[in-house]
């Protein structure tokens, strides 16, 4: 076979550069259109939705929270097959879409779903979520914070309010998971003692603490052709916030945090 490919090669030598030329031309406009990618996408397309529903049973998500949600998205124009997920406060449904389904419609119509089914899930149960757009072969890119004088909880704060937010502004970033280190928060502990001291209850405590990281609107006041917004700023801030914040009265005398 080659020997006869070589013989005719070298007997016809004008019609072998010619049709050489031609499938240069045609491989090179082929090139400059074809879809360069290194991992190249082999899953269709699907929205992945997670909800949570903290202190419920996995019984109860399925029953309250995932099948409301299957029942709600089933029947959209493209979904192939629905998978789900069911754990101790966590519902994670798969909607699988049919090749060729624009995943940002496809996430449009899930959207649209799920605004229907949002006011029969048990009361304390977060909103419904969508992850992302990702590529099926999850990670990418990983990398680790490592410090001598840095804590854990720094550097985890810093990975989570500036690297994160930096990676997210790249172009064809979906999303940044930050793993380890500790998240940043302010606790109260409760002493009982204190507590049956004072005669305050744990609702008590709690009540005041939501009520007093609030930002109450005053609407506004106008003043020599201004408009000046009235606003009550009481957003805590600090530790020294949350220590001041009132729990109860006690003969004129405020008991705080």
């Known amino acids: ?29 082929a090139l400059r259109r074809v879809t360069l990618d290194v991992f190249p996408e082999f899953a269709p397309p699907q929205v992945v939705i997670q909800t949570e529903a903290p202190g419920i049973a996995p019984e109860d998500v399925e029953r309250l929270v995932t099948f409301p949600m299957e029942s709600a998205i ?15 406060g966590l519902s994670t449904v798969v909607v699988v879409f049919t090749w060729g389904t624009d995943i940002y419609r496809a996430r449009q119509l899930v959207g649209e779903r799920l605004q229907s089914v949002k006011a029969a899930l048990p009361p304390g149960t977060r909103e419904p979520t969508m992850l992302p757009v990702t590529s099926a072969v999850s990670w990418l890119v990983k ?3 490592v ?8 550097l985890r704060t810093i990975s989570d309010w500036d690297i994160a937010r930096r990676l997210l502004s790249i172009p064809g970033v979906a999303s940044v998971v930050s793993i380890g280190g500790g998240v940043k928060q302010y606790q109260v502990l409760l002493s ?14 709690t009540e005041a603490l939501r009520k007093a990281n609030v930002n109450v609107p005053g609407g506004y006041q106008v ?28 003969q004129g005398t ?3 945090v």
């Open 74 to 88: 089933n029947g959209t124009p493209g979904v192939d097959v629905i998978r789900s997920k069911s754990s101790a």
């Open 192 to 205: 009982s003692d204190r507590l049956w001291q004072y005669g305050v209850t744990v609702k008590d405590v």
């Open 147 to 154: 410090s001598d004088t840095v804590s854990p909880l720094d």
């Open 223 to 250: 003043r020599e052709g201004q408009e000046l917004a009235v606003t009550g700023v009481g957003r805590i801030g600090s530790l020294a916030d949350l220590r001041k914040t009132v729990v109860a009265d006690r």
């Open 1 to 29: 076979m080659f020997d006869w490919i070589i013989r005719t090669s070298l007997r016809n030598r004008l019609l072998t550069v010619v049709a050489y030329s031609v499938v240069l031309i045609v491989g090179l406009v």
């Open 254 to 256: 405020p008991i705080t």
């Open 143 to 145: 990398y680790a914070l």
